[in-house]
């Protein structure tokens, strides 16, 4: 279960259909380790990116913002990256040139996605979770979050992934 954003004594927590489900704070404990199972596979990367990624949800959106006091969706994406060596540009437009073209029906965790959402150049990027969704920093959503690729914004904006 991923807390993905927290409104008073609630916990919104992704379900398995996307959706936010609400649960009261006091009946939820929240642990500081990750559960493995044994005989588990090591994690690939793109998975260890994911897993990452996550613990920046409920992190606000800050426009040019790049600090756990706040992150707009690039600099989002390059803290990440960035946590693995992996150094990007600031700008999404820029990060978008960098690494290999994936074809949408390829895409894999820890993929990189970029959205044209107001039209003309890229201005949006998040991170490829699996199963159709991936997190990202959103100003419309108030800070890191998951959605749906699938979603009517972001299924029509969707103009490139790269590995």
């Avoid at 409104?7 to 929240?30: A, F, N, Q």
């Amino acid at each position: 279960m991923g807390i993905v954003t927290t409104m008073g004594e609630w916990y919104g927590v992704l379900m398995i259909d996307g959706s936010t489900g609400w649960i009261p704070r006091r009946s939820v404990t929240l642990l500081d380790y990750d559960l493995v199972l044994a005989g588990q596979q090591a994690l690939t990367l793109g998975q260890q990116l994911v897993q990452a990624a996550t613990k920046y949800l409920g992190v606000s959106y800050s426009w040019g913002g790049y600090s756990w006091a706040g992150l707009d969706c690039s600099g989002f994406v390059k803290a990440v990256f960035a946590n693995f060596g992996i150094a990007l540009p600031r700008c999404s437009r820029d990060q978008a040139r960098m690494g290999q073209p994936v074809s949408y029906d390829q895409l894999q965790p820890g993929d990189r996605l970029y959205f044209a959402c107001k039209g003309g150049d890229i201005d949006h990027t998040g991170i490829y979770a699996g199963n159709g969704y991936f997190i990202h920093s959103a100003s419309s959503r108030g800070g890191v979050t998951f959605d749906s690729v699938q979603s009517p914004k972001y299924a029509r904006s969707l103009v490139a992934a790269r590995r």
